[in-house]
Structures are given as C-alpha cells and as structure tokens.
C-alpha cells in the first residue's frame, strides 16, 4: 500500500508539473508577489504598478508585500518551480490539517495518496496554476482553529493570516460569536499587529491602501465572469447586469446573516466550515481558486459518515463546469437559464450548505425548547 501511494503521488505531481511546462502556465499571481516584494525592496509605489500582460495591480495590504520581498530574489524560473514545489507541500499539510479537524486518522501514506487526487479539484489546481497563496492562509488558519480553546498563542495565526489577505477576519467574529473571546482577541492583537508594522514600515503604502485601495473591488478584476464563484457573480450573471447592485447586497446580507446565525449553533466543525463558506458568498469577489476550504469539507462529510455526500462534492469541485459555458469577452453576462448552474457550481453548494445548517440549528433550537418545556415540574 506504501509503494502504490508514492507511484500513484509520483504520477499525479509529475503529471501535473508536465502539464504545466507543456502549457508555459504564467503563474500570474506570483508575479504580482514578486513585482509586491520588488516595490517593497525599492521604495516604489506598491500600488501604482501593473504587470504580466493581464496589467494585474498589487491588491493585498502592506503587510502581505513585506513577505513578498523574499520572491523578488528569485529569477521567474525559480519562482515558478518554488511556488508549485511550496503549493504541492502545503496542500499535503492541508489534507493533513483537514483530517485531523475531521477526526480522521489517516497514515502518511494515505495522506499522499488524497493529496495526488486533492491536486485535481479545480480550486486546488487553479492555485497551483495561478501560483496563489490560498493554502498558505488556509493552513494557518485551519490550524489554529483547530487547536483547543484553551491553546497558548490560540488566535494569532488567525490574526496574521487576516492581516495577509483580510478575509480570515470573517472567523474572528466566529470566535466571539461562540464564546471564544480569549482566542478572539488574540487574533485581532494579531491582526491588529499587522496593520501597525505596515503602518510603521510603509506609512504611505499603508495610508494608500487601508482609506482608498481598501474600497476599491474592481482592482481586483470583474465582478460578472466565470472565474467569481461569489454570489455577487451568481446574481451578475442570472440579472445579466454587471452590477447588480441592491439585489446582490440583499441576497449578501441575509446570507451572511444566516450563516453567521447557524454557525453559532451547529457542531464546531460544521460552524468552521460554515463560517468559511459565508465569507466566499458574501465576498464581492470568491475566485474559484479561492474555494479551497472544498477539502476540509470533504473530510468532515467522511468523518461524519457522510461518504456518498463527500464524492458528490469531490465531483463538483472536480468537474469544472464553470469553464464549460461560453465565457469569452461578456459571454458571462449572455448565458441562458439552463447554463446558470454550470456557470455558478460553488455559490449553489455553498447555498445549500447555508440552508442545511440553518436548518439543523432550528430543529435543534425547537428540540432543545422542547426538552426544557418536558423537563419543568408541573405545579
């Protein structure tokens, strides 16, 4: 079983790596890293630069740029092998992380063995491709929610992944909402350690960025195509509007709300991977590659018992529908009903995840208020 797992993790990764130098893949995003950590060094605007042929800007704050600095070092060669040999590691601690959260023993072998299948799921891919650091903030912040409450230094990981990339702050308010307020302040010191070391270091990036490039969300690219898998996507697509304005903030908010409420009242687990799932629907912009929270997901369905649920999410989170529909130029905003659900897999699953969680708090709130109505002495 140990051989076959190396030969089965062998062909996958080298399968992988071939298809990538077949295809020249860009690794757009680690250039923008790399161009990040290069105004860093220099001195340069940190947000008046654009590179690679799409003219990506810097988007992330001045904190996350002061890490980068290390890739301006690296020749784009180097760059591009360090970010896939680092993504094909993180992801096999991820796998790891994510069994472990599930309560799922697995040995070394069959941690590889899920990684080389896991590198397919088209979020995982598209970071890999993309030369993202999605697992990287995933794995920090898996991590220390998954360690127990009472954990020295519980909350700072939290804290610093926030402060990378913003949208881990979402499981700060989790935290407090679940009555882990000592691991929720330690995450916003973290957090708030972040901002005042860029502000330190890069007082003019970081006032640039923290009253202006904060807002604006077109930076980052259009909100109406494929590649969003948020809801603010989803309704952009079904309106056939590019901005859908109230109606993507109405369907945000009550979402959010709903997520927020239901993860307070399931299972630690199920609240963790709820509370992930809120942030990606009610983002302006999720990027598929963004959806790699798809692998504790699966974990948890198969340590609960839930194995046939966990393949039917392995192959929606495999079968890259989105990239079926027609998606060149505005064909995005052009798309029939019957295309809608290819075009927007993520958001519906992360929907349904929504609803069955809220409806499982609701029954438990009307059983629990049951119990205590059965259990009071008749006078």
């Not at 990239?323 to 519906?348: F, I, K, N, R, S």
Request: net charge positive.
């Amino acid at each position: 079983m140990h051989h076959r797992s190396l030969v089965v993790s062998g062909l996958s990764f080298a399968a992988f790596a071939a298809l990538c130098v077949g295809l020249r893949i860009p690794m757009a995003d680690a250039l923008v890293y790399r161009a990040e950590g290069a105004a860093v060094a220099s001195g340069a605007d940190l947000y008046g630069f654009t590179v690679t042929r799409w003219q990506l800007p810097a988007t992330y704050p001045p904190f996350a740029a002061m890490l980068f600095v290390p890739l301006s070092w690296l020749p784009v060669p180097g760059l591009k092998v360090a970010f896939l040999a680092g993504n094909a590691v993180l992801l096999a601690v991820f796998v790891r992380l994510s069994c472990r959260f599930a309560g799922v023993t697995v040995r070394t072998e069959a941690v590889l063995a899920v990684t080389a299948v896991a590198l397919w799921l088209e979020p995982v891919f598209q970071t890999l491709v993309f030369g993202q650091i999605n697992l990287v903030v995933a794995c920090l912040v898996l991590w220390d929610l998954a360690r127990p409450s009472g954990a020295r230094g519980k909350g700072i990981a939290l804290g610093v992944a926030a402060g990378i990339k913003l949208t881990p702050a979402v499981f700060i308010l989790f935290l407090l909402l679940t009555g882990r307020v000592r691991a929720a302040m330690g995450a916003l010191a973290a957090f708030a350690g972040t901002v005042v070391l860029g502000g330190l270091l890069l007082p003019s990036a970081s006032f640039d960025f923290w009253t202006r490039r904060i807002f604006e969300t077109g930076r980052v690219g259009k909100a109406w195509i494929v590649d969003n898998q948020s809801l603010q996507g989803l309704v952009a697509r079904v309106l056939h509007d590019p901005e859908p304005g109230l109606a993507w903030v109405v369907l945000a908010v009550l979402a959010g709300g709903a997520g927020l409420w239901a993860a307070r009242r399931v299972p630690y687990r199920w609240g963790v991977l709820v509370t992930a799932v809120t942030a990606l629907l009610v983002s302006p912009i999720s990027w598929s590659h963004h959806w790699v929270w798809c692998v504790p997901l699966i974990a948890v369905l198969v340590g609960s018992g839930r194995v046939r649920v966990a393949w039917v999410m392995a192959g929606v989170f495999a079968a890259r529908t989105m990239w079926v529909v027609p998606h060149q130029g505005d064909l995005d905003l052009q798309l029939p009903w019957w295309q809608q659900v290819l075009a927007a897999p993520y958001p519906l699953v992360g929907l349904v995840l929504v609803g069955c969680a809220v409806e499982y708090a609701r029954r438990r709130g009307v059983s629990t208020r049951t119990e205590a109505v059965v259990r009071v002495p008749v006078v």
